[in-house]
């Protein structure tokens, strides 16, 4: 079993629609959890962390954790096709990074 | 420039060779990681170290690669002996410290064995 599992893909939204990405982890004693993007040929960014059960929002992009389902997601608000990428979710369990294959998120204009 | 800096960003090595990585964290960062993306993969860990320390390197294969972050200057992740199958881009990442989980990454090296 992977440390952390996402659906590959790919993910195709319309412009302006919402794209909702998942993920979940293995370890129930994992603490932090972050979201990077990255686009081909180029190194991950970082875009969101998240550390406590629920949601954080910030801009477009809404973070949701649930650590009892051992879950998170990303939700992109009004897609752009700028946001066309590789979105790749990782877990901090000890301060090892485990990341998942990433999804890759395809917005059509 | 406060980012995190590597080079060289492309490296061409012939079987056999030796290839090394150089990176230099972010400032104020004291904790390097490094990882291994095969194309079309997801990022590998390989090693996370501290200054003059190697604190994880549980996904270092155990043979040809060794890693360092001394004192003074860069962390260097050295391949000896290069083979086709270590062709892949290398990243390296950086984080303040311990509880502080954000890593931010190099542009990473790109690695070609011929």
């Known amino acids: 079993q992977k440390e952390v599992e996402q659906n590959s893909g790919p993910l195709s939204v319309p412009e302006g629609a919402i794209a909702s990405l998942n993920c979940t982890y293995s370890d129930r004693g994992s603490q932090s959890f972050f979201w990077y993007r990255q686009y081909s040929g180029k190194s991950p960014e970082l875009i969101m962390s998240?550390?406590?059960?629920g949601d954080k929002e910030d801009g477009r992009f809404t973070a949701q954790l649930n650590k009892a389902s051992q879950y998170v997601s990303l939700l992109i608000r009004d897609s752009q096709p700028s946001d066309s990428a590789t979105y790749l979710c990782a877990v901090d369990n000890f301060n090892k990074f485990y990341f998942g294959s990433g999804t890759k998120l395809n917005v059509k204009p | 420039n406060a980012g995190v800096m590597q080079n060289p960003r492309h490296l061409v090595r012939r079987r056999g060779q030796e290839a090394r990585l150089r990176c230099s964290p972010m400032?104020?960062?004291?904790?390097v990681y490094w990882y291994r993306q095969l194309p079309e993969e997801g990022l590998k860990f390989m090693v996370y170290?501290?200054?003059?320390?190697?604190?994880?390197e549980s996904g270092m294969p155990k043979e040809r690669f060794s890693a360092e972050f001394p004192k003074e200057g860069p962390s260097i992740l050295r391949i000896q002996q290069v083979v086709r199958g270590d062709s892949a881009a290398y990243f390296c990442?950086?984080?303040?410290?311990?509880?502080?989980?954000?890593?931010?990454f190099g542009p990473g090296t790109r690695l070609t064995v011929t």
């Open positions: 990442a950086s984080s303040y410290g311990t509880g502080d989980g954000e890593q931010y």
């Open positions: 998240i550390y406590s059960n």
């Open positions: 400032k104020g960062h004291s904790h």
């Open positions: 170290l501290q200054k003059e320390n190697i604190i994880d």
